[in-house]
């Protein structure tokens, strides 16, 4: 169904709106449990930020366009609705290029203890960073055992998540004191300080001694994943996810209709009514007993008529979407860049260069020096290539940079991105034996395959407020007094309307969580 303005009933027991992969997992689970189900959807498909798109004119790469690895989905809920998807682990965790004592070098980590040992050993003369390192993540590993299950249960108080975790010095150091006290307590080497700090502002703009432990939140969810930590990428795409779950939700019944934008909610017992216009420029009404809003706090509170969040939502990150005709060549010539692109390609992510990223940001300023991540999927999943380009040798590459809040573009968006695309590039060129425009692929018109997107783009696309990829700023995933958001963190002020998107507590990331939780709160009642 898609842009239709005729639908099946005119009372659903649950009317989604959003449908972003958090919607279609609400979708799933309560068709499957016998519930009529409608989702409406603005854009003309379903998926959100969670899509395959073929970027390029002319060029049959499906590139993750938004998002793009996997961590916090837990495999409960793929098992549950019956998904027809899978990841890949990744070969290397991360390799991160420096210079040292005039010689180009890295840090590799990934490959098996042994390997990983003599990277650390190479970088910095002795073996006690790697037993450091081995140490800090066995601890991390040892919370996200205890930590990633309760995502899918009630809400627990702070106090039984701490009880759960059963470790007073984890607790303290991830929930108590910015990790930046962690950190410079455990590592004393710059490099591996900057790589252990990177978990905790992505997409997070924020300082390892930030009061507001904001880094500590970020940095909680990237290392809790699927109870390991792990990041993997999704074999055929992170769009491969988001049509698995449509599948599943219509299969069990679901209606999903694109094209349709929610333009108000009225939360009345027995039944919300939802006001929606399609693409054709009709406009009617539908109601439900439940109401699952799969878009942001702010969205949620201007369809209902509420006040607005007192917390702004600011979104700091460039993400750039590059294809290539071949990987370039390396400055540190003993590491081969298959291996190197295949994890987490680190870029002026030392702990002192963040830092100063981050106080020029701060200061209104682009970094002088941008702060980035890079991920080839291409290497793990080359379904993602037509045949043809893959035999060119051809390969995908994700940039995520750190340190970009929203606000540094919001007088010259389009100027602020190619100055801050400019020097991303520059400060990759300076680990590479090559320049990285060379290695461009041509798109059918001739064009270099590369695009860039800042927080105010994703606003412009996705209506994520500020740009935030988490729809705000990512909160602990215990219960606050008061907050209101109910037994499964998924309350609002209106008994009949939920939020099941990433701004719920213990949402963010691609991860189902929110919508499953939703799902649950609907059926429990």
């Known amino acids: 169904m898609g842009g239709s303005a005729e639908f099946p009933r005119d009372v659903y027991d649950a009317v989604i709106v959003g449908g972003g992969h958090n919607g279609l997992v609400a979708a799933a689970y309560l068709a499957r449990a016998g519930r009529s189900v409608l989702v409406l959807e603005r854009l003309d498909g379903t998926g959100g930020a969670a899509v395959s798109t073929r970027t390029f004119a002319g060029v049959d790469a499906r590139l993750s366009r938004y998002s793009y690895l996997v961590s916090l989905l837990p495999s409960k809920i793929v098992d549950d609705l019956g998904l027809r998807f899978r990841v890949r682990k990744r070969s290397v965790s991360s390799y991160t290029p420096t210079v040292r004592d005039g010689r180009a070098t890295g840090l590799l980590v990934g490959g098996g203890e042994e390997r990983t040992r003599a990277s650390f050993r190479a970088l910095t003369g002795s073996d006690s960073e790697y037993e450091a390192w081995r140490d800090f993540y066995a601890m991390t590993g040892r919370v996200a055992e205890r930590v990633f299950p309760t995502l899918t249960e009630p809400l627990p108080t702070r106090e039984a998540l701490r009880a759960r975790i059963g470790d007073e010095g984890a607790w303290r150091m991830l929930f108590e004191e910015p990790l930046g006290v962690a950190v410079e307590e455990r590592f004393r080497d710059d490099l591996v300080r900057g790589v252990v700090l990177t978990d905790a502002l992505i997409g997070t703009f924020s300082d390892a001694h930030d009061a507001s432990l904001a880094q500590n939140a970020c940095f909680l969810y990237h290392v809790i994943g699927g109870g390991t930590g792990d990041w993997d990428v999704p074999v055929g795409g992170m769009g491969a996810l988001t049509d698995a779950l449509a599948d599943a939700a219509r299969a069990a019944g679901a209606d999903i209709a694109t ?149 540094l573009f919001a007088e010259e968006n389009d100027a602020q991105r190619e100055a801050l695309l400019r020097a991303t590039l520059a400060q990759l060129d300076e680990v590479l034996d090559e320049p990285i425009e060379d290695c461009l692929a041509r798109d059918g018109d001739g064009r270099p395959c590369i695009e860039a997107k800042t927080p105010l783009d994703l606003e412009h696309a996705l209506r994520l407020p500020g740009g935030n990829i988490f729809h705000r700023p990512l909160v602990f995933p215990f219960a606050n007094e008061g907050d209101g958001t109910g037994r499964w963190g998924v309350g609002t002020a209106h008994r009949n309307v939920l939020l099941c998107g990433a701004g719920a507590p213990r949402g963010g990331g691609v991860s189902g969580i929110p919508g499953h939780n939703a799902a649950m709160a609907v059926l429990e009642r």
């Open 259 to 407: 094209g349709h934008e929610v333009l108000r909610i009225d939360p009345d017992d027995p039944h919300a009514e939802v006001t929606w216009r399609a693409r054709t420029g009709e406009e009617g009404t539908v109601a439900a007993r439940d109401v699952l809003v799969n878009a942001s706090p702010q969205a949620l509170a201007e369809l209902v008529g509420d006040e607005p969040p007192a917390e702004r939502a600011e979104g700091a990150q460039l993400k750039v979407n590059m294809l290539l005709s071949r990987l370039p060549r390396l400055r540190d010539a003993s590491v081969d860049p298959r291996e190197a692109f295949s994890g987490t390609f680190h870029v002026a992510e030392g702990y002192e260069q963040l830092a100063r990223a981050h106080r020029q940001a701060a200061g209104g300023a682009l970094p002088s020096s941008p702060p980035s991540e890079i991920y080839c999927h291409s290497l793990t999943d080359p379904s993602i290539l037509a045949p043809e380009l893959a035999a060119r040798g051809c390969q995908t590459l994700t940039v995520f940079g750190l340190h970009a809040p929203a606000r």
